[in-house]
């Protein structure tokens, strides 16, 4: 599967900004998705994670209450909405897919190894 991240941009503290990953190649609905931020200098970490059909959304502390992820199978799409944007948000977005039916996912969805394909990620710059 090919991953394309967009919707990143600048906006200033407190606003809001959709990121869209689209998806070609094998059925998207195989899929478990997660989004995961690197910030400058410091490891990529954790941000949010759905199943196959959305029953089941994970989210990092840090942004639970003001992330949202969500799919669309349909159009072969997952989301990131992130509404109350904080400077400390800043930092490049990329999305990534997990094409395993192991349940070993429900534990492990916010490990960056857990994934085996990745987009080429997008610039989220958050100005106080």
């Known amino acids: 599967v090919q991953l394309q991240a967009s919707g990143g941009g600048l906006v200033q503290a407190g606003g809001s900004l959709r990121l869209s990953c689209a998806a070609s190649g094998r059925a998207f609905s195989s899929y478990r998705m997660g989004w995961f931020l690197q910030a400058p200098g410091k490891e990529r970490e954790f941000v949010a994670a759905i199943n196959w059909l959305g029953g089941v959304t994970y989210y990092a502390d840090s942004v639970k209450g003001r992330f949202t992820i969500s799919r669309d199978n349909t159009k072969n799409t997952v989301y990131l909405q992130m509404d109350s944007l904080k400077p400390e948000d800043t930092a490049v977005y990329y999305c990534?897919?997990?094409?395993?039916?192991?349940?070993?996912?429900?534990?492990?969805?916010?490990?960056?190894?857990?994934?085996?394909?990745w987009g080429q990620g997008t610039l989220v710059t958050v100005s106080s």
């Open positions: 990534a897919a997990d094409s395993s039916s192991s349940s070993t996912w429900y534990r492990k969805y916010h490990l960056v190894g857990e994934y085996e394909y």
